[in-house]
């Protein structure tokens, strides 16, 4: 049976965690800003540590850990950011390419993109990077 949460829980913090939709650390003015739809490399990084917290570890008790949703996970929230390297839709063209900046029809159609991938790299691929939990 597949195990869909690590897949849903991604998708919704990508979303959730798009700098510039609900808030942005370091904002490009102040510490904290919300709802700027705006981003910056600072707030990418800083916000893309949060998506380990879909961190599966492996079965209890095992003695390796499977980091491949994690890494996986992280990868793609960074270069699926809408403003850092695209941004689908943009403000005047279909696409636009690194202008740090974001919109609620972006963050949709990149939030799209990364359940896709993410699915084929965990499901259909079973991606697994496997470390020592010792």
Do not use: C
């Not at 961190?55 to 980091?67: C, I, N, R, Y």
């Amino acid at each position: 049976m597949l195990d869909w949460a690590p897949i849903l829980m991604g998708w919704l913090l990508f979303i959730l965690l798009s700098p510039g939709l609900l808030f942005q650390i370091p904002g490009n003015s102040r510490h904290v800003e919300f709802g700027s739809f705006t981003t910056n490399g600072k707030a990418i990084l800083w916000e893309s540590k949060s998506t380990q917290a879909d961190s599966t570890g492996g079965e209890q008790g095992a003695k390796m850990a499977d980091w491949g949703p994690v890494v996986i996970a992280v990868m793609l929230f960074v270069l699926l950011t809408p403003g850092l390297l695209f941004q689908i839709p943009g403000h005047g063209r279909l696409v636009e390419f690194g202008n740090m900046e974001t919109s609620g029809a972006s963050i949709l159609v990149h939030s799209v993109i990364y359940f896709g991938l993410i699915t084929i790299f965990l499901i259909a691929i079973g991606v697994h990077i496997y470390t020592d939990a010792d």
